[in-house]
């Protein structure tokens, strides 16, 4: 089978990894893939945004299935235009990724469907918005209605920060169109949980839950992140709380997509804050989380490739998704500035021992092969075991392994999951 990953992060590695563990697969290739991924997949200097061109490389390449991995092709309908030439695809059409689109979408959803979440209201008129904030309850929360690469959420503590990061998304454009219409919404607090599940808009089986850690400092300090590590399971998930989300949450988005027709198939990522009124969707996104993808997939036992197809061909209900015991964690590697500046270019030593628990976000080969760091997160390291302590003793030892000029990572990833009470 020939097989294509659009994308080219931490998470799409880990996925061609996980792909490549089928045997039927003769053929991958990553668009655009990257340094690090070059080693497990074909990388095409094709971008993911490049709809149109990834199209025709797939038909021109006789690909028989496609994964969509990133939010920004979803939401711009690369499945409808692959699915166009006949190429089997997973991922959701345009029409059900913009319940990570649009958040004005996704909070009207959930208030139309009784899904619950966070208070809130709309708005696409700035003077509205700031007369509006006159009398919120502060800390208040405030988001952009469109993808704004996880940094369109501003937790404001004061009434004049709301203020200022509802001029600069609707004024000063800080998001470009993403922050045309905003969402003003109720803080919560409790636990955050990341649940990804399968769905084939007909049945949805939930993967393991994990942790991230989206600030950039030690004891969860600093700026917000794409996230610095991951855990999993997540041990504030207990087994009630998941069926409550089952019952309360999961099962009404699926009924809710196709209500509105816009059934969802693919990777649903539930956002989940678990608060002391019971669990509330953050967000919704449209795709496997990264760094959770990385700490997910390495404890599935069943066939990634088997699985997708099932979603696709809308058989999941017969199809085994099964996860071994056991826990994983993930530390990232970043460039030292990470996530505002930091400089690029340094090469990468990653002993062949670890290569396989090593998943490459941002890394390119340069012209005499030398694999060089080229972003702000560089590459995750990820060991499963048997308890939590040990995994993560197991991925810190990678770290120290693992060696390129100017890295940076957090040194307490799992901590806050080491403090959770016994479920
Ligand atoms: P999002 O991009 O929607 O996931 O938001 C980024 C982060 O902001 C989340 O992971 C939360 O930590 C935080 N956050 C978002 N919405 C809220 C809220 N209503 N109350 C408290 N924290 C929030
Ligand atoms: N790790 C958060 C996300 O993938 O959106």
Redesign the pocket.
């Known amino acids: 089978m020939k097989l294509m990953v659009v994308g080219g992060g931490g998470r799409e590695h880990t996925i061609i990894k996980k792909l490549k563990e089928n045997p039927a697969v003769t053929e991958l290739y990553a668009l655009p893939g990257n340094g690090g991924i070059a080693a497990d997949a074909t990388c095409v200097p094709i971008g993911a945004k490049e709809i149109d061109r990834i199209a025709a490389f797939a038909k021109e390449h006789a690909i028989d299935y496609a994964v969509v991995a990133p939010d920004d092709p979803l939401v711009l309908g690369c499945v409808d235009a692959l699915e166009a030439i006949g190429v089997k695809c997973f991922g959701p059409r345009a029409n059900a990724a913009i319940i990570e689109g649009s958040?004005v979408f996704s909070k009207n959803l959930m208030k139309k469907y009784g899904i619950p979440?966070?208070a809130?209201e709309t708005f696409d008129d700035m003077d509205a918005a700031l007369k509006y904030l006159e009398s919120a309850p502060i800390?208040t929360?405030i988001?952009a209605d469109g993808l704004?690469l996880?940094?369109?959420?501003v937790?404001a503590q004061t009434l004049q920060e709301a203020k200022d990061a509802v001029i600069s998304m609707m004024q000063d454009k800080k998001f470009g169109a993403s922050g045309e219409r905003i969402v003003i919404?109720?803080?919560?607090?409790g636990p955050?949980v990341s649940v990804l599940a399968f769905t084939d808009g007909k049945c949805l089986k939930p993967m393991v839950s994990s942790m991230?850690h989206?600030r950039a400092g030690d004891g969860d300090t600093g700026l917000?992140t794409g996230g610095m590590g991951t855990v999993a399971p997540n041990p504030y998930y207990t087994e009630r709380i998941a069926d409550e989300c089952m019952q309360r949450i999961f099962l009404p988005t699926v009924a809710a997509m196709n209500a509105e027709g816009r059934t969802f198939k693919g990777c649903l990522y539930f956002?989940l804050?678990l608060t002391k009124d019971g669990p509330?969707v953050?967000?919704y996104?449209c795709r496997f989380g990264d760094p959770e993808t990385q700490v997910v997939l390495p404890l599935m036992e069943s066939d990634l490739l088997t699985v997708m197809r099932a979603v696709t061909d809308e058989t999941l209900a017969d199809t085994e998704v099964k996860f071994r015991d056991g826990h994983a964690c993930c530390v990232v590697m970043a460039s030292e500035g990470y996530p505002v500046a930091y400089e690029k270019g340094f090469a990468l030593d990653i002993p062949a021992a670890v290569h396989d628990k090593v998943y490459v976000a941002g890394a390119k080969l340069d012209a005499d092969g030398t694999l060089r760091t080229d972003g702000g997160r560089v590459l995750g390291c990820t060991a499963v075991a048997d308890t939590l302590p040990d995994a993560i003793k197991a991925a810190y030892d990678i770290v120290a392994q693992v060696h390129f000029d100017n890295a940076y990572y957090r040194h307490d990833i799992g901590a806050r999951a080491l403090r959770a009470p016994e479920g």
């Open positions: 958040k979440t966070a809130y800390p929360v988001k704004a996880g940094k369109g959420v937790i919404e109720e803080f919560l607090e955050e991230d989206k917000n956002g804050m509330r953050i967000e996104n």
